[in-house]
C-alpha cells in the first residue's frame, strides 16, 4: 500500500525545486572546495555555504 498524497508530494518538491533555480542564483562561497554529503536513503549535504542572491531578470 503507498500513500495516497505521494505523488502531489512529488509534484510539489518538483515545483518548488524549479522555482528556486529559476528566481534565484545559487552558487558556493568556495568553487574548489569539494561537496560534503552523507548517503543514507536520501543525500544530506552538510558543510556547504553557498551565497543566494534573487536573480533581476
Known amino acids: 500500500m503507498t500513500c495516497p498524497g505521494r505523488h502531489l508530494a512529488l509534484m510539489q518538491v518538483s515545483k518548488v525545486v ?3 533555480i529559476h528566481c534565484y542564483d545559487i552558487r558556493q562561497v568556495d568553487p574548489d572546495s569539494v561537496w ?7 543525500a544530506l549535504t ?3 555555504p553557498v551565497y543566494v542572491k534573487k536573480r533581476m531578470d
Open 18 to 20: 524549479a522555482s528556486l
Open 36 to 42: 560534503r554529503y552523507q548517503a543514507n536513503f536520501t
Open 46 to 48: 552538510h558543510s556547504w
